[in-house]
């Protein structure tokens, strides 16, 4: 097991991956935009950068790890064995292309097969998430937990699923019963820091039709250690998998979305 000095060390890496990042007015219009298929999903030249650190820098760290990413042919590896780190480099890379400084450094530390420490960080905030198994979930170092809270009570993040067109139609509906439940919806565009804002009480749930691992690796230890719960829109755990639905959150405020979900939850599967 990690020890505790590690998990600080690794917690340092991703700060120092964020000053890749996080002069963004030198950096507009000098990103080399790619397109990864569809105008909503594109890659910049400092997702690989900023992935290709932290590959670097973890390695060094713990030389046995293996690891799965989003970018440059590293979305295969095998998660069930020793240890993995599960890294999205810039979740939110539309919201960084655009100037809204609402983009995260995301990486999640599994081992065999199951997550134990996740670490979410938006360097334009200066905001760094992280929870670590038994140890608890933390915003800058200060101890964060979920208030339970029904959905009335509070907004709801909804994530409107811009790589997968043909699941919009369904999405719009469920959004649209939630939003009779609830204060209103949000859409921030970036997974990771959505969950994390379920688990210092920033909205009630997050909720998107449609996820890869690396855009909830990250924050999945961190709402669990602050006291919530995360599944998918038909309450199934989540297993490290992609191309799955995801939902987390305030428990209360979760189990009252799963019951608007049931008549779409399969559309989503």
């Keep these: 097991m990690l020890t505790k000095e590690q998990f600080f060390q690794i917690k340092q890496i991703i700060y120092d991956a964020g000053k890749l990042i996080e002069n963004v007015d030198e950096i507009t219009n000098q990103k080399d935009i790619k397109s990864k298929g569809g105008i909503s999903n594109i890659v910049t030249k400092y997702d690989s950068m900023v992935q290709a650190y932290l590959v670097e820098k973890l390695g060094n760290l713990l030389p046995d790890a293996h690891f799965l990413g989003e970018e440059d042919g590293m979305s295969d590896t095998d998660t069930g064995n020793g240890y993995v780190f599960i890294i999205d480099p810039i979740d939110g890379t539309t919201n960084f292309v655009c100037g809204f400084m609402l983009s ?131 309450g199934s755990p989540l297993k490290l998998r992609s191309k799955v639905s995801v939902l987390g959150g305030a428990k209360t405020a979760l189990s009252e979305f799963l019951e608007l979900s049931k008549q779409t939850a399969e559309r989503f599967i």
């Design 104 to 234: 995260a450094i995301s990486v999640g530390v599994a081992l065999d097969g199951k997550l134990i420490a996740g670490f979410v960080y938006n360097p334009f905030r200066n905001e760094m998430f992280y929870g670590i198994e038994g140890m608890g979930a933390y915003l800058n170092d200060k101890p964060i937990s979920i208030h339970d809270k029904s959905l009335k009570d509070s907004v709801v993040i909804f994530g409107q699923v811009p790589y997968n067109p043909e699941l919009r139609d369904a999405a719009y509906e469920l959004s649209k019963a939630v939003t009779y439940k609830t204060m209103d919806l949000r859409e921030l565009g970036v997974a990771s820091l959505c969950l994390c804002y379920a688990a210092c009480n920033r909205c009630a749930v997050y909720a998107s039709p449609r996820l890869s691992v690396w855009d909830y690796a990250g924050a999945y230890t961190i709402i669990k250690e602050a006291g919530g719960e995360l599944c998918s829109f038909d």
